[in-house]
C-alpha cells in the first residue's frame, strides 16, 4: 500500500489501548516489524504515524464528530503515556 | 414472575501441550517460521500443572478464593505464592491433560480418538476414581492402540496427534477424507470444546442439587462451529454434550455472538424460563484449544511464564422462580443495535445507561458490574491492557458525562462498582459469565442489591459486518414472592372462592 | 497533517475501534484506505 500511494502521502492512526502497545505498533509501520514474524518484517517504511487521541490528529477533526466518536476514551486511555511512545517512535524512525 | 439464577459451574483444563500444538499463535509461526527461538524454548515458559492449580486466578475461577480476596493480593499474580492449591473448588475443578485427553475419548462417538495403550491404562484409572465420570464409558479405555499405529494415523491419515508431556499418547483422526469441516483439526477443536463444556454440566448438576433428567433445555454459546461441509455450522453442541453428560430428557441449541454469546444466551435461557416454556434451562459452554497461548510471545519475550495455558468452560443453570435465588430482570436488557455504531461512548451507553434509564435507574444505582473479566496478568504484557478496568473506566466516564457523579470520582467509582480480572482469555469465557457464581451468593447474602451482566462481541472479526456487538442484563435480589408453583396453587383456589361467592351473590340478587 | 492524505488506520476493539477513527478523519479531508480493528482477547 505504501508503494501505491507513495509512502510521503500516508498517514497512520492507530487506536491501541495502552502506551506500550501503541509504540510497538508504530515501531512497526516505522520501523519495520520488531518480532519479525508479521508481514512487515525487515521494511523500514518511516511512515507517519499517531495515535487517534494526540491534539495533532483532535486539532484537525471535527469536534462534534471527535466529542461523539473518542472524547470519552481521553477519560479512559492514559493518553500521555501514549503521547510519550508515540513521539519517541515517531522521533526515531518517522522519515516524512 | 422472572427466571432466577440457580447456579454456576466452572472448569478449567491445564493443557500446556495443546499450547504447543494447537494454539493459533504457536501453529502461525511453525508455519511463517518453524525455526524460530521462541518455538524452539516454548516449552521452558510452560507451567506444571501444580503451578497452575496454585495461579492466584485460577482459584478464583472454580470459587475458592473470592474476586474481593483476590483483589487483595498484588499484581502481578504469577509472581505471588499461594496457599490455594486445591484441585476442586466451589464451582468445578482444574482438571490434569492426561484426565481431560481422557474425557476428549469419552466424548468421541465416532471412534475417532485413538489412545495409545499404556497412556490409555493410565488415564482409565484415574478416571475411574473421579466421582462424576460415569464408569459406564471407561470402557473406552480398552481399545487402544500401539504407538507405531498411531504414528501411521498421523503420518498416513493426516491425524492430529495428542500429546501428553511433550510425547505423542494418541491422535485425532479425520471424519472425512475430504471435507474440511470434517478434517481432524477441526474434529480435534470441537472434541476440546465439547468435553471442556461435558466437565462443566457435570459439575453445574453435582454442585446445585439438581437431577440430570430435570433439566428440560441446554443452550451452547461457544466459538467453535460444526458440521459437514454441506452445513458447516450446523451445530449441536448443547445436545452432544447433554447426551454425554447424561440429561436424557434435554434438548438444546447453540447459540453464538463471538465474546457475547453467553449473555444473549442468558436472555434466551430467562425468556424461556420466564414464559413458562421450560422450567430449567442450562446455559453452558466449552473452551478453545485456538486461543491456547495467545499472547505467547509477549509473555515469553518478558520473561512471563505461558499464562494462557487453560481449555476453560462454564455452566450456568436458569430456573423457575424459587423465591430465594437472584432473580434475571429481562425487563432491563441493554442492546447495541445496528444503529448504535462503534464509538466506545454510544456503546458503553446503549449497554448501561440507556437500559437503566428506562427503568428509572441510574449507573449508579447497579453495585457490582460482570464485564469482560480478563485477567490483567495475561492482557497487561500483551498491551491490551487491563480490561475489566477498561471497561469501569469508561462506565464512570459515561456516568461523569450525565453528571451522576463528579469527574474526580471516577477511581472511586472504578472500585466500587468494578473487580479485578480473573477469567482466562478464552473469548467468551471471561465474558460477564465468571462472576455468576459469587454474584448469586453476595446477592442472596443481600450484600449488594443489583448486578448488571454485560457481554460484549467483536463480530468484524468474522468479516461478515463491521459491526460490534453486546447486550446486558439486571440481576437482582429475590422479591421474596415465594415459590411459584405453590402461591399460585394457592392463590388459583381462592380465587376461585371469591369468584362463585360473588356468582353466586349476583344470582341472589338477579333473582331477588 | 491529514487533508488530502492516505489514511491507515488500525483500530483497537479495547481502544478506540477503527470505524470511530475512520468518521474522524474523514471529516479532515483524509481519505481511508485501509481499516482493521484488533482484537488481543
Known sequence: MAEQYGPENIIVILGAAEGEAAGLAAETVTAGDPTFAGPLA??????????????????????????????????????????????????????? | MYSVLKGASYILAHTPDMVIHNGTTQTTQRTIDPDSEYLKNLDKSLRSYDECKAYLP???????????????????????????????GRFGEIMPEDEFIGLIAICDVFDLVKLESQFAVSVKKKLESHSLIDPKFLSVFDK?????????????????PLYYGGMIVGCIKAAHDIDHSLSAHVIFENLVSKASCVLSLLHLIDKNH??????????????????????????N???????????VNATGSDIRGFCAGPTHALIHAAAMVKAGTFKHVIVAAGGSTAKLGMNGKDHVGKGIPILEDCVAGFAILVSANDG??????????????????????????????????KAGLKLTDIDKYTVEMQNPDITKPAGAGNVPEANYKMIGALAAMRIEIEKSQLADFVSEHGMVGWAPTQGHIPSGVPYLGFARQELMDKKINRVMVIGKGSLFLGRMTNLFDGVSFVLQQ????????TVSEDKIRKLIAASLKDFAKHLQEDEG | MLK??????????????????????????????????????
Open chain 2, 210 to 235: 439438581i437431577g440430570k433428567e430435570d433439566i428440560e433445555y441446554v443452550i451452547e454459546c461457544s466459538e467453535e462451529a460444526c458440521g459437514d461441509m454441506n452445513q458447516r455450522g450446523g451445530g
Open chain 1, 42 to 96: 525487515g521494511v523500514q517504511l518511516g511512515l507517519k504515524v499517531y495515535h487517534a487521541c494526540e491534539p495533532e490528529i483532535k486539532d484537525e477533526v471535527d469536534s462534534a464528530v471527535y466529542d461523539e466518536q473518542i472524547s470519552m476514551m481521553e477519560m479512559v486511555l492514559d493518553v500521555d503515556d501514549i503521547r510519550k511512545e508515540m513521539s519517541t517512535i515517531r522521533d526515531e524512525y518517522c522519515k516524512f
Open chain 2, 478 to 485: 429475590n422479591s421474596g414472592a415465594g415459590q411459584e408453583e
Open chain 2, 324 to 357: 430465594v435465588s437472584p432473580e434475571i430482570n429481562t425487563d432491563i436488557v441493554g442492546r447495541h443495535t445496528v444503529g448504535t455504531g462503534s464509538s466506545p461512548q454510544n456503546v458503553i451507553s446503549s449497554l448501561t445507561a440507556s437500559a437503566l434509564e
Open chain 2, 237 to 247: 453442541f448443547a445436545k452432544a454434550a447433554a447426551e454425554i453428560a447424561g440429561l
Open chain 2, 144 to 160: 487402544n492402540f500401539e504407538l507405531s499405529e498411531i504414528n501411521g494415523f498421523i503420518a498416513d491419515e493426516h491425524a492430529e
Open chain 3, 4 to 41: 488530502d492524505k492516505k489514511a491507515i488506520i488500525i483500530g483497537d476493539r479495547d481502544g478506540i475501534p477503527g470505524p470511530a477513527i475512520e468518521q474522524c478523519v474523514k471529516t479532515a479531508g483524509a481519505e481511508v484506505v485501509f481499516s482493521s480493528t484488533e482484537c488481543f482477547v
Open chain 2, 58 to 88: 485460577n482459584q478464583t475461577y472454580i470459587g475458592n478464593i473470592t474476586p474481593d480476596e483476590l483483589a487483595g493480593y498484588a499484581q502481578p499474580w504469577y509472581q505471588q505464592k499461594s496457599d490455594y492449591i486445591q484441585r476442586e
